[in-house]
């Protein structure tokens, strides 16, 4: 089976609630000869995952732009995917997992601090 756009994933079931940490890396671009750039492709950011119960690493775009969120304010995903690079080894293959996604935003709050919860009945 091939899942060329990755696997979409269910946001709150398998993340819960997420709190931002830290930025953990910069990818830079490489060039056509294999020399790496300053030029910055992606970053990835180390998000606290109560659904998890670890730490997880999540990459955004550059176009995102940099996320400097305070130490562990409750964030949210957009459009989170999950995927694997394999690389082949003697006896087969090592599977890494990966969770990219389109950008990483504060979460929303009422008034009174507790998070959003909108249903399908907010739609009016």
């Known amino acids: ?6 696997i979409v994933i269910e946001k709150n079931k398998t993340f819960g609630t997420l ?18 750039t300053e030029q910055i492709k992606e970053r990835t950011y ?6 998890q119960g ?11 732009g940099t996320k400097d969120f305070d ?4 964030v949210e995903l957009v459009n989170p995917v999950a995927d694997t690079v394999a ?3 003697y006896m087969g293959a090592d ?19 507790h998070p959003s919860s909108k249903s399908n009945n907010d739609k009016k």
Do not use: C, H
């Open 54 to 64: 670890r730490m997880i690493q999540v990459s955004i775009p550059v176009s995102a």
């Open 95 to 113: 599977v890494d997992w990966y969770i990219k996604a389109e950008n990483i935003i504060l979460k929303k709050t009422l008034n009174n601090g």
């Open 19 to 36: 709190k931002f940490s830290a930025l953990r890396r910069e990818v830079k671009i490489t060039d056509e000869e294999g020399n790496v």
């Open 46 to 51: 180390d998000l606290k995952s109560k659904g």
């Open 87 to 89: 690389t082949a080894t």
């Open 1 to 6: 089976m091939r899942l060329a756009q990755g």
């Open 71 to 74: 130490y562990n304010a409750e």
